[in-house]
């Protein structure tokens, strides 16, 4: 049982959560509300990120600049089928994103979202735990001293800790954001 591969999990499961919190908009223009969204580029279904300069121009427009302008229109179809909710404006040899002013109603829906985002984090984390505590109980019956398995058991419930303490952290931020007019 190595307590440097739980870090890793636990690291993977605050990234993923991290990821998913970036992706609900606060009203603000941001690459990853867009950087996903699957295109036709060449007959296969590829993120924007992928095929294009994503850049904001201000606090309600994204910029994106395809590398090969022949997929601007495919990459303006991609955006509408996506029903982000956005404006999508096909400019010659980009295209712009608009977003639209969130009213309150929409803002207290995104905070409801990320809620059950950071539940779903939460989630994760003890199930990463459960994992690595029922390997502690196997080693434990195969000959792991009981010191040693308390020992784990105990720095893998401040690392949970420490995580849970983080995961709040990133959720009253995101709902900062998400208020805020």
Request: proline letters at 2%; glycine letters at 4%.
């Amino acid at each position: 049982m190595d307590i440097e591969l739980f870090k890793k999990d636990i690291e993977k499961c605050i990234d993923h959560l991290k990821g998913d919190l970036s992706q609900i908009r606060t009203g603000r223009a941001n690459p990853e509300l867009v950087e996903e969204v699957t295109v036709d580029a060449y007959g296969v279904a590829t993120p924007i990120k992928n095929i294009a300069t994503i850049s904001i121009v201000d606090a309600k427009t994204i910029n994106i600049q395809p590398w090969d302008k022949s997929i601007v229109d495919n990459l303006a179809h991609g955006l509408e089928n996506a029903n982000l909710g956005f404006s999508i404006i096909s400019e010659g040899d980009r295209v712009l994103v608009k977003l639209p002013d969130l009213t309150e109603e929409r803002r207290k829906e995104y905070v409801k979202i990320m809620k059950e985002r950071v539940e779903d984090g939460r989630i994760a984390v003890r199930q990463v735990r459960q994992k690595y505590m029922k390997e502690i109980d196997e080693a434990q019956k195969e000959g792991f001293s009981e010191d040693q398995a308390d020992r784990l058991r105990d720095e893998i419930e401040k690392i949970v800790k420490e995580t849970n303490e983080k995961i709040e952290e990133l959720r009253e931020e995101k709902e900062n954001e998400l208020v805020t007019i």
